[in-house]
């Protein structure tokens, strides 16, 4: 921290803690305090069980789960294939040109995601393309509405990236192709983890978009929250929400290790 006295140490930590615990922690703590509750006793959950879990872990809701994990590594897969081959694309261009390219992939960010749903929607529902029905239309929408942040990450890279790196390998008689397979991409490797668990946890949470957007086949986790506590069953809604929390942050844990043992090689 740039607070040098023990005094605004200790003051800039009380107001993290006032801001922090009420804003973020405190409704997810309230959450997992439902998943395993059976009523309201006045203002917080009570009557402990875990059987909202055992529901939560089997049959649909696990079908869900299954569905979402899917639908987040694809589309985190091809949006970090496309978003980093345009932000080398763009890189190569007059600040003009990058600008354009800058503008058309944070498009999907600048409107609401449900626009988003609706575009695809209109775009894919008739041939030659005809996508609706299927989970490739739900797969494409999340694959649109990430592929920005994977573009951003990539390309705030390139430009923090040291070009004398690709000199010394063109200086000793590397092809093109060989700089970017053996210089460029591993060292955008740390940067290139982050966006793709970016991406993932993105997709994971995706509600607007899919609502409109799913089959019945292809039902992702969030929808099935979504569902579950506009029914009223919010103690099974908050339980499946813990399980989709806990996928994500698992699935983060698990890139942030590689993008540390990456950022050392």
Not at 70 to 75: D, N, S
Not at 217 to 239: E, H, K, M, N, Q
Request: hydrophobic letters at 55%.
């Amino acid at each position: 921290m740039l607070v040098h006295s023990r005094t605004g140490r200790w003051t800039a930590w009380a107001g993290f803690a006032v801001l922090f615990v009420p804003l973020f922690a405190l409704p997810l703590l309230v959450i997992v305090a439902a998943s395993f509750s059976t009523h309201w006793s006045g203002a917080f959950p009570s009557g402990p069980t875990t059987a909202h879990y055992a529901a939560a872990v089997r049959g649909e809701s696990l079908q869900a789960l299954t569905t979402s994990l899917v639908t987040a590594v694809t589309a985190s897969v091809v949006a970090l294939t496309v978003g980093t081959w345009a932000a080398l694309a763009a890189a190569a261009l007059r600040k003009r040109g990058r600008r354009v390219l800058d503008a058309l992939f944070m498009l999907p960010v600048a409107v609401p995601s449900v626009v988003v749903g609706l575009a695809v929607l209109v775009a894919f529902s008739q041939p030659p393309v005809l996508l609706n029905g299927t989970r490739w239309i739900v797969i494409l929408a999340h694959t649109v509405l990430v592929t920005a942040f994977a573009y951003q990450s990539v390309s705030a890279a390139l430009l923090r990236l040291d070009p004398m790196y690709e000199q010394a390998a063109a200086s000793l008689g590397a092809r093109p192709s060989y700089v970017l397979l053996r210089v460029k991409l591993p060292l955008l490797l740390p940067s290139l983890n982050a966006a793709a668990g970016l991406c993932f946890a993105l997709s994971m949470g995706e509600l607007s978009a899919t609502m409109m957007l799913y089959p019945p086949d292809w039902t992702p986790l969030p929808v099935l929250i979504f569902t579950a506590t506009d029914r009223g069953s919010l103690f099974t809604g908050s339980a499946l929400a813990v399980v989709l929390m806990a996928a994500t942050l698992l699935a983060l844990l698990a890139v942030s290790r590689i993008r540390t043992k990456a950022s050392y090689r």
